[in-house]
């Protein structure tokens, strides 16, 4: 159990039920892993590249989730590696894969965070600069992923040519947002995406013997927060189709970010970059307060699996007992 220094609202962490898709067991899991990677960083400039699947894969997507996903992961990896080779440089990336959109409908997408630069073919860093501050052009990052992707689908045996022409009636989106400030904003960043779910609790705002209401984002309508309501068979299914298959690897590192070069090489690069970013603003951001947005979380309590401590019971009823 913690209290917020500020507004004094407390909350309470679950024990994990181990499942990936549970909203309530995400958090300590993401504070791991975070704290793992903070030890992988560069102190350098990253960028943040969105590479989305169109929706004629949907279908494909719902019936071969695995081959869909993994796909997805092979070929923004072929395609940043083939922009990073023409400018001669080995690239890094952390990819983490979502597949849903705002209303829990399908919508698979992949944020990669890559380092401005790489290695050249000396080994040495080097740094990738453009002057309009972007990794590289959307366009034709957009262009390569569509092919190489329709080009993967072929070799693992899709032949639905109406499916394939369809693929290119239209440009695949790929978004690149403006570079992160630093390491520690790279680690905010990973804090809100790599152990996301589908929807989170507080989004739900009523829940009938009917139906579901949850609040979403509509980006067509300048990203205002409106209210959803679903029958609960729909919102069931809608939720279903987020369920990745069995052991599933959603967060992948690739390049100068892989395990590989975890095990040496890639200490000597950031010590070569005048060492390792620092992580005392990292653990703030990580207590700050989800109600308040100001407060620091401090630990008042600590219980087992049994349940919480006999004297909460008594003052706070309301409280589960297993």
């Not at 507004?7 to 791991?32: D, F, L, M």
């Not at 990819?95 to 409908?105: D, E, I, P, R």
């Amino acid at each position: 159990m913690d209290v917020c220094t500020d507004c004094g609202v407390i909350h309470i962490s679950y024990n994990s039920c181990r499942n990936r898709h549970c909203p309530k067991c995400q958090g300590h899991k993401r504070e791991e892993w975070i704290q793992k990677r903070e030890q992988d960083l560069l102190p350098c400039t990253y960028y943040h590249v969105v590479f989305t699947l169109p929706a004629q894969l949907n279908a494909l997507a719902m019936h071969q989730p695995a081959m869909v996903y993994d796909t997805l992961f092979r070929c923004v990896w072929l395609t940043l590696s083939q922009f990073g080779t023409t400018a001669g440089l080995q690239l890094g990336m952390i990819a983490v894969l979502h597949t849903w959109g705002q209303n829990l409908s399908l919508h698979p997408h992949l944020h990669c965070i890559v380092p401005g630069g790489g290695l050249d073919s000396k080994g040495r860093w080097q740094k990738q600069v453009r002057s309009n501050k972007y990794l590289f052009a959307v366009k034709a990052l957009s262009k390569v992923f569509r092919a190489k992707y329709v080009q993967q689908l072929r070799a693992k045996g899709i032949n639905d040519k109406q499916l394939l022409e369809s693929l290119f009636q239209k440009d695949w989106v790929v978004y690149a947002k403006r570079p992160f400030g630093g390491p520690v904003q790279v680690i905010k960043y990973l804090g809100r995406y790599t152990h996301k779910v589908a929807i989170s609790n507080h989004r739900i705002q009523n829940v009938t013997g009917n139906d579901v209401s949850f609040t979403y984002r509509d980006y067509k309508d300048n990203g205002t927060v409106k209210l959803m309501t679903l029958s609960n068979e729909e919102f069931a299914r809608r939720f279903a189709q987020h369920i990745l298959p069995y052991r599933f690897v959603r967060i992948r590192h690739y390049g100068i970010l892989s395990s590989s070069w975890k095990r040496g090489k890639l200490q000597q690069l950031q010590s070569s970059l005048k060492g390792k970013p620092k992580t005392a603003q990292v653990k703030t951001l990580l207590r700050k307060c989800l109600c308040c947005k100001t407060g620091t979380l401090i630990t008042i309590e600590v219980f087992g699996k049994r349940g919480p401590p006999l004297q909460y019971l008594l003052k706070t009823p309301s409280l589960p007992v297993n």
